[in-house]
């Protein structure tokens, strides 16, 4: 599993109810990066998790935390921190 950084483009709406001008000044999505290992991929998203357990504890199941899919279609670059010998679960 790497360990990246993904910037990636997301939809986001405003805070309530707004005069339809300001609406449209902020027309856009939303830039967003995220920092996590690469626990899966697909074709269609690319899956991370910010924290791993377990390691380093032997027979312990190896567990992750904050998982996020990302479209791979949203995905502006991706940086990898740090090569693993592990690979991730690829799906179809």
Same mark, same amino acid.
């Given at each position: 599993m790497d360990l990246v950084v993904v910037e990636w483009m997301d939809a986001h709406s405003g805070k309530g109810w707004q005069d339809l001008h300001?609406?449209?000044e902020h027309? =856009?999505?939303l830039y967003c990066?995220?920092?996590g290992w690469v626990v899966a991929k697909t074709p269609k998203y690319l899956m991370i998790v910010p924290h791993l357990s377990g390691e380093r504890n032997g027979n312990v199941t190896v567990? =992750?935390?904050g998982?996020?899919?990302i479209p791979i279609?949203?995905?502006v670059k991706k940086t990898v921190l740090r090569k693993s010998k592990r690979k991730p679960m690829e799906s179809s």
């Open positions: 300001e609406i449209q027309i =856009g999505p990066r995220s920092v567990c =992750g935390s998982d996020l899919a279609s949203t995905i």
